[in-house]
């Protein structure tokens, strides 16, 4: 069974996903690409982080977030390889997007991605559900 402050924090970091989702697609409204890539990520990576939570696992870096989502949920069957695949490109794409000149997103990736990342929270919040039920 998960502790109370457990759950409120994977409630919490849930929901600063679905925010952080919200914020991206009024950014891609208005053409800010670039800056809509960065928050897509972020709604990924925060759906991981309360994935993590769910069996006790934490990392301050983002790197390490990957590989313990790729090490406990991908190669374990929890979460589906092209999932995995896409949690990876949208890392990809926010290393780009924040650390390289030049770099502008075309709108038809971004809409490819926005779609993509409600599925994969959606996929998230499925598993947890289901991981806090059976905890209960």
Same mark, same amino acid.
């Given at each position: 069974? /998960?502790?109370? *402050?457990?759950?409120?924090?994977?409630?919490?970091?849930?929901?600063?996903?679905? %925010?952080?989702? *919200? @914020?991206?697609?009024? /950014?891609?409204?208005?053409?800010?690409? =670039?800056?809509?890539? =960065?928050?897509?990520?972020?709604?990924?990576?925060?759906?991981? +982080?309360?994935?993590?939570?769910?069996? =006790? +696992?934490?990392?301050? %870096?983002?790197?390490?977030?990957?590989?313990?989502?790729?090490?406990?949920? #991908? %190669?374990?069957?929890?979460?589906?390889? @092209? /999932?995995?695949?896409?949690? @990876?490109?949208?890392? *990809?794409?926010?290393?780009?997007? !924040?650390?390289? !000149?030049?770099?502008?997103?075309? %709108? *038809?990736? #971004?809409?490819?991605?926005?779609?993509?990342?409600?599925?994969?929270?959606?996929?998230?919040?499925?598993?947890?559900?289901?991981?806090?039920?059976?905890? !209960?």
């Amino acid at each position: 069974m /998960l502790k109370p *402050e457990i759950v409120a924090l994977i409630e919490y970091r849930l929901t600063r996903a679905q %925010k952080t989702l *919200e @914020d991206a697609k009024l /950014l891609y409204k208005h053409g800010r690409y =670039n800056s809509c890539m =960065n928050r897509l990520y972020y709604s990924v990576f925060y759906s991981v +982080l309360a994935l993590l939570r769910t069996e =006790n +696992l934490m990392s301050s %870096k983002h790197s390490g977030v990957r590989s313990m989502f790729h090490k406990e949920f #991908v %190669k374990k069957c929890v979460i589906p390889p @092209d /999932l995995g695949k896409f949690y @990876d490109e949208m890392f *990809e794409f926010r290393q780009m997007g !924040d650390y390289e !000149d030049f770099i502008e997103f075309e %709108k *038809e990736k #971004v809409s490819y991605c926005l779609i993509k990342v409600e599925e994969f929270i959606k996929f998230i919040g499925k598993i947890i559900k289901s991981k806090k039920e059976s905890k !209960d």
